[in-house]
């Protein structure tokens, strides 16, 4: 049987925009404090990263305005989609986290939900610097060029 890769994950919600808008200088991954309805909610792929940012609150990082809507077989009357989500993480890495939010110009995003390889729900976090908009009109113009010459090198051949 072959070995699993350390990479095993099932990415169930990304923030794709994230990198469009922001420099992402590190990543951290954390767990992530969901009851059991949320759960089952994002094991069938529900759930969105869009508008999600995270922050400090009580010495601690939680994640904001993530959406996880309601497992349908679920009964919870008080149900909210959008409430904080208090993310898991070790003392070095949150005192770290905790020293970049207080740097100018530095914000923590969620970059995506995913349940590592023994089914445990994840987050990705990500140290980012906003972009100007000649920032992402260079990001776009680079792009367009490193997918133009690759189709030029191609034709060649």
């Given at each position: 049987?072959?070995?699993?890769?350390?990479?095993?994950?099932?990415?169930?919600?990304?923030?794709?925009?994230?990198?469009?808008?922001?420099?992402?200088?590190?990543?951290?991954?954390?767990?992530l404090v969901l009851h059991g309805s949320e759960v089952k909610s994002l094991r069938l792929?529900?759930?969105s990263l869009a508008d999600c940012w995270a922050g400090e609150k009580d010495g601690e990082?939680?994640?904001?305005?993530?959406?996880?809507?309601?497992?349908?077989?679920?009964?919870?009357?008080?149900?909210?989609?959008?409430?904080?989500?208090?993310?898991?993480?070790?003392?070095?890495?949150?005192?770290?986290?905790?020293?970049?939010?207080?740097?100018?110009g530095v914000t923590l995003v969620p970059l995506s939900i995913y349940f590592n390889d023994?089914?445990?729900?994840?987050?990705?976090?990500?140290?980012?610097?906003?972009?100007?908009?000649?920032?992402?009109?260079?990001?776009?113009?680079?792009?367009?060029?490193?997918?133009?010459?690759?189709?030029?090198?191609?034709?060649?051949?």
């Amino acid at each position: 049987m072959a070995k699993k890769s350390l990479t095993d994950k099932k990415i169930v919600a990304q923030n794709r925009k994230a990198r469009h808008d922001y420099f992402i200088e590190d990543n951290i991954q954390g767990g992530l404090v969901l009851h059991g309805s949320e759960v089952k909610s994002l094991r069938l792929g529900q759930g969105s990263l869009a508008d999600c940012w995270a922050g400090e609150k009580d010495g601690e990082i939680w994640m904001f305005s993530c959406y996880i809507p309601q497992y349908s077989s679920s009964h919870e009357p008080d149900y909210v989609s959008r409430r904080p989500r208090k993310i898991l993480l070790h003392k070095r890495e949150m005192n770290r986290l905790l020293g970049a939010i207080q740097k100018d110009g530095v914000t923590l995003v969620p970059l995506s939900i995913y349940f590592n390889d023994r089914g445990i729900a994840k987050v990705d976090i990500g140290i980012a610097r906003g972009k100007r908009k000649y920032d992402k009109r260079e990001t776009q113009k680079k792009r367009d060029w490193d997918r133009q010459k690759a189709r030029l090198l191609r034709e060649k051949r």
